[in-house]
């Protein structure tokens, strides 16, 4: 199922890591500013030819006040490093009077060398006191300060030099980095950015620049300074974690795990907690695959040396109902939530007594779900640590624990290391093996999941006789309009799906399938097309594979109500795999748009396949890829088309609460009736109900 909240993930984290003051700038140079900035910038005013130092010297001695010679020849002596020299000779001067801007500014760089910041610091407010725009003695005074690490006035020295110095790409690397300092992230990295245009091309600036761009959501930006960096030497490492999420976040999920496994070389936990999260979506990645890095990253969330404290006795049969504890981070969203309301509301009480454990916000829908159904008691558990989740659930002994977050809630998976009752089954948002000891049974379908799989799966698969997803609306949602191609005359093809499910191989298969049938439109839609760089990264994709920007529409997302009215411009919603659409697939389906999808590798790309195989828009599930192309390219060149899909429309909502799409009374009782045989054989109320 598609997230309620798409960076759920990131909960608890600072999500791009986004360097601390100096981490790479600073660290990169051992902390000398002074070293960045061109030696002798005060010679830009000392207008006499080059002399040697021989001739320089009897200049001096002739005129001990000749300021052009003196700087000159104290540049000589900085060049050969022979610092002490250089600031005997500049402080010579100063005192007997000479109070040259030229010559009190390379009396402060000098300083700066011989690491006196502070007295480095009084010379070029000399220098500003008598030319308050000195360009260079802002920037040298902005150098030293951060030296010093006095970053406020460094700020506001810099963007003044900055400012003067537009093309000084020295001066905005050292303004970037003051504002770093102070965590102005954003304007920080313009500054950064303009010194890699300006050439100042740096390992460091680039993967600062990366992690900016994360952090706005530029992501194909961040990949692209990722990459530059990588190529450029330097001793800061690579930030493959954040490179992998920038990936991700583009829907390059290949990508996305391969910067992963760089990462995950060193152990580092970051990145075996986003590649447990995302190999599913990998459309590289197998079966084996999947289950190995998550029984990898289960060990290392493991909590350690904690007693099994579970009931182990046998249940009678006259103990009553069974007692169930359902866990979820996303009780509060109905639009997500759909399939366990409506299982809420059709539990029977004489045979579960059902409590949730909720692990987020509530909601005025939530309230109302809890108060019409059967359940007995809601826990409150938001605030409680993992320790404490654990404790609250063995303390109340239940029969059977049921989690619905499977790696949407990453932050509670180590709950599930431990046993928290005699059976613990893992239903509604597990599309992979958890590879979580705690996690004895998954809850699917005869479509999700085939029986020659289960050798992938660290649980026990257990098949339900409906759709696992079986759903009702109970939220406000637009009506049904009428097909747009009735009226526009070519088909529109779109998605609402996440864009991290959005692969490059799902956009060239849509381009494919857009150059067989050159009349129709494609509408995408999701929250991360909010931003301007992931949309032209879209759109450049596109047009790469020949499909003209005209035919491209791109939105952003939006309220919940209003987004759903994108689908009054859709006439057929297009799939992603291997990562189907979940949410997304109900939604078009009750605003009487059909979901084209086909059977995919793995249960991921089969969770639309539970809901289309038995219901009015079987058709729309194909058997392959080439299938569901073919498919498409038909609809979109029949002349029939814009009837067939508007009776579709028009009957859709009643012909799917006929199906098992929509059976959720059948689905509550066939939970149940699960539940008893796994929790309590033998017992008389296991008997099979149908429903």
């Known amino acids: 199922m598609t997230r309620a909240n798409d960076h759920q993930f990131w909960k608890g984290q600072n999500r791009y890591n986004l360097p601390q003051p100096f981490r790479y700038i600073s660290q990169a140079r051992g902390g000398n500013t002074r070293r960045l900035l061109p030696p002798c910038r005060g010679l830009k005013e000392v207008a006499m030819p080059d002399l040697s130092e021989a001739q320089l010297r009897e200049l001096l001695r002739h005129d001990p006040r000749h300021t052009e010679a003196r700087v000159r020849l104290a540049a000589i002596w900085i060049a050969r490093q022979k610092y002490h020299d250089a600031e005997r000779l500049l402080a010579e001067g100063i005192t007997i009077g000479v109070a040259h801007p030229a010559l009190l500014l390379q009396h402060g760089e000098c300083l700066l060398d011989l690491r006196q910041p502070g007295a480095a610091i009084a010379r070029f407010r000399e220098v500003l006191r008598l030319c308050p725009q000195h360009a260079d003695a802002l920037a040298s005074l902005g150098g030293a300060l951060l030296q010093v690490g006095d970053l406020t006035s460094a700020v506001d020295a810099l963007g003044q030099a900055a400012g003067l110095l537009p093309q000084d790409a020295v001066v905005h690397e050292l303004w970037g980095e003051a504002l770093a300092g102070t965590e102005q992230a954003a304007a920080a990295a313009d500054a950064f950015e303009r010194a890699w245009q300006l050439g100042r091309q740096t390992r460091a600036i680039a993967f600062y620049c990366g992690n900016a761009a994360c952090d706005q959501g530029r992501f194909a930006h961040a990949v692209a300074f990722f990459r530059a960096g990588s190529e450029l030497p330097g001793g800061e490492p690579i930030p493959w974690v954040n490179w992998g999420k920038a990936y991700f976040e583009l829907g390059d999920v290949s990508a996305a795990t391969a910067a992963l496994r760089y990462a995950a070389q060193d152990q580092e936990i970051a990145a075996w907690r986003n590649l447990a999260l995302m190999i599913p979506g990998d459309p590289a990645a197998g079966p084996t695959d999947i289950a190995h890095v998550r029984k990898a990253y289960a060990q290392q969330i493991a909590v350690p040396n904690l007693p099994d404290r579970t009931r182990r006795a046998t249940r009678s049969k006259h103990a009553g109902p069974l007692r169930i504890g359902y ?33 987020g916000p509530s909601s005025e829908e939530f309230q109302s779900c809890v108060a019409q159904s059967a359940v007995s008691i809601v826990h409150q558990v938001a605030s409680l640590t993992n320790s404490q989740l654990i404790d609250c ?35 509604f948002n597990h599309y992979a093996t958890a590879s979580l000891a705690g996690i004895d049974v998954l809850l699917g379908d005869a479509n999700t999941c085939y029986a020659d799989e289960q050798e992938s799966f660290s649980e026990r698969i257990q098949e339900l006789p409906v759709s696992y997803l079986a759903f009702r609306v109970t939220h406000a949602v637009p009506d049904v309009v009428p097909a747009p191609c009735l009226e526009r005359g070519y088909l529109t093809f779109g998605s609402l799906c996440t864009q991290y499910k959005i692969t490059p191989v799902v956009l060239r298969t849509w381009a494919e399938l857009l150059r067989a049938a050159p009349t129709s439109r494609l509408l995408l839609a999701n929250r991360t097309l909010e931003s301007p760089d992931v949309a032209h990264y879209v759109r450049d994709t596109l047009q790469s594979e020949g499909i003209a920007a005209a035919r491209i529409t791109l939105r952003g997302g939006g309220a919940h109500y209003d987004y759903l009215t994108n689908y009054n411009d859709i006439d057929i919603a297009l799939d992603a795999w291997p990562y189907n659409g979940g949410t997304t697939t109900t939604e078009a389906l009750w605003q009487g748009v059909p979901v084209l999808t086909f059977r995919g590798d793995r249960w991921a790309s089969r969770t639309s396949a539970s809901l289309l195989a038995d219901g009015p828009f079987a058709e729309f599930l194909r058997g392959t890829r080439d299938d569901m192309v073919q498919f498409a390219v038909t609809l979109a060149t029949r002349s029939t088309t814009p009837h067939y899909l508007q009776d579709l429309r028009t009957s859709a909502r009643a012909r ?34 149908k429903g």
């Open 327 to 359: 866990v979820s981070s996303f009780f509060a969203h109905p639009n997500y939530m759909k399939p366990v309301y409506a299982v809420l509301a059709a539990h029977d009480p004489r045979r579960v007594d059902v409590e949730l454990f909720h692990d």
């Open 393 to 427: 659930i063995l303390g109340r002994q239940l029969d059977l624990v049921v989690d619905l977050n499977g790696y949407s809630a990453m932050e509670r998976l180590p709950i599930y290391t431990v046993r928290l009752a005699p059976l613990v089954v893992g239903w």
């Open 656 to 689: 799917l609460l006929e199906s098992s799409a929509c059976d959720t009374e059948r689905l509550a009782r066939s939970l149940e009736e699960v539940y008893w045989r796994l929790a309590a054989p033998g017992d008389e109320r296991t008997g099979s109900q």
